[in-house]
């Protein structure tokens, strides 16, 4: 079991930065990926961005390329998600994800971010 926690949601201004946290616990040793993922109101939940638990890979979804990057710390079992010239449609709830063996993924619950235009 792994479990997560996200931190760092709130309220911007079009154009301004969050920086979004999480942490995870339990046997993180297994975890392959940390991903974000978010949901915005009346839509699926979609894939943002995800690196691998070495963190030498990482990727993003076309929507946040150039604009949000992904960043793990080991020692803390920790993933952030800079994310800068936040956008209208960057409203939602970001999820913290990690993917283990097997393909098996466990979730944080969520943390809001909503940018004012």
Not at 1 to 12: D, H, K, P
Request: glycine share 12%; proline share 1%; hydrophobic share 35%.
């Amino acid at each position: 079991q792994v479990q997560l926690i996200e931190s760092g949601g709130g309220l911007v201004q079009a154009g301004g930065s969050l920086r979004l946290s999480c942490e995870a616990s339990g046997r993180t040793a297994g975890i392959n990926y940390m991903r974000w993922f978010r949901q915005a109101p009346g839509k699926e939940r979609e894939f943002v961005a995800r690196v691998t638990k070495t963190g030498y890979r990482k990727d993003y979804a076309e929507s946040v390329k150039g604009r949000f990057i992904i960043s793990s710390d080991n020692a803390k079992n920790m993933v952030h998600l800079q994310m800068n010239n936040l956008e209208s449609d960057d409203t939602g709830v970001y999820y913290c994800n990690a993917l283990v063996a097997g393909d098996v993924s466990y979730w944080g619950k969520g943390t809001q971010v909503t940018v004012s235009s």
